[in-house]
């Protein structure tokens, strides 16, 4: 099939490459002038307007760019370049309640929309992606060439017991969530739920790391090593996942870590699917934790926990490192 390719950054470079490599026909645009030319074999166009011409009607168009307003004034642009029958897919980020938003704009003109939710990082090229799809069915299923395309296949992950006559291509990584905004709603948890995890294998690590920390009495240290502790959860665990073997990798890397500040910052996603819960009355302590573990890292001390820190020290005389106390007053 052919299709159009908006965005070509880390994931949307690897998107049009890994439909390449299917066989499929990609003609790509990006601001960035040469970054078309460093995908072998696809087509380049210069603009929105000019890939538009490029495409065979009804023509099929995914967008891989930042959530907001860079993809709202790509879909509108796009909304006075195409006609009826004509697809945008926004593979992106997007905040599900803004596909619901821009579905309805196109849908004046009969052109589709879908959202797709799409896992995979940068290693989607080579694993393929994780694709949770909304929009209309029908539209979905002429398009099935191209998400069985991106997706992971089956591989070597045994079948789920009780999953005879359910949808076949969930098992291939790909899921047709329902109606427009439905796709990216399910990444928006997805993503909110990878906040969580990613989280308590930080603490976890981070507990193991301070129980060689100087400051215990030798008695009470243990000198573990943290890349072969990754290396052997990886190995038959309950707690084994990919992002498991990703921490591994980056032990194994450098043990201690000290090329990274520890700033994390949040794409959205987690905001959003708190959000969420909280409209539905959901209890995510998990979710919400790990959000705000993320803000933390962002600021060395907040002025609450300066506050937190003279408190102590004034009910307690709990002097804090670097504080020297003296009576009733630190210094």
């Known amino acids: 099939m052919q299709i159009g390719i908006v965005g070509l950054g880390r994931m949307g470079g690897n998107i049009a490459r890994r439909l390449l490599a299917h066989g499929h026909n990609v003609v790509a645009y990006d601001h960035d002038p040469s970054a078309a030319g460093k995908i072998a074999r696809a087509s380049a166009a210069k603009d929105l ?31 006075d370049l195409l006609e009826a029958d004509d697809v945008i897919i926004d593979g992106g980020n997007t905040f599900y309640k803004d596909d619901i938003r821009r579905a309805r704009s196109l849908s004046e003109r009969s052109i589709h929309y879908l959202d797709v939710g799409t896992s995979g990082g940068v290693w989607g090229l080579e694993r393929g992606y994780c694709m949770m799809i909304g929009g209309p069915s029908e539209v979905v299923a002429r398009l099935d060439p191209i998400f069985a395309a991106l997706a992971p296949g089956a591989g070597s992950i045994e079948r789920t017991p009780g999953r005879g006559g359910r949808d076949p291509r969930v ?10 905004g439905a796709g990216h709603f399910v990444k928006m948890v997805h993503n909110g739920i990878e ?9 976890g690590f981070d507990i193991l790391r301070q129980k060689a920390s100087s400051e215990l009495p030798e008695a009470e240290r243990y000198d573990l090593d943290l890349p072969d502790i990754a290396e052997v959860w990886r190995r038959g665990s309950v ?49 919400s934790s ?23 020290n ?6 804090e490192t670097g504080v020297r106390t003296v009576g009733n007053k630190s210094r």
Do not use: C
């Open 290 to 312: 790990a959000l705000y573990a993320r803000f933390r890292s962002r600021v060395p001390h907040t002025f609450g926990e300066r506050l937190l820190s003279a408190l102590r």
């Open 314 to 319: 004034k009910f307690g005389g709990h002097v």
């Open 239 to 287: 707690i084994s996942s990919w992002l498991l073997d990703l921490a591994a990798s980056a032990l194994a890397d450098s043990p201690t870590l000290s090329e990274f500040e520890g700033t994390v910052e949040d794409s959205g996603e987690g905001r959003w699917t708190i959000n969420a819960a909280i409209e539905e009355a959901v209890s995510v302590p998990v979710l």
């Open 171 to 180: 098992e291939k990584g790909y899921l047709y969530a329902g109606p427009v």
């Open 49 to 79: 307007a000019g890939l538009a011409r490029s495409l065979t009607k009804p023509r099929t168009l995914w967008l891989m760019l930042p959530a907001g307003q860079v993809t709202d004034a790509a879909v509108m642009a796009l909304r």
């Open 195 to 203: 906040y969580g995890l990613m989280q308590a294998y930080a603490e």
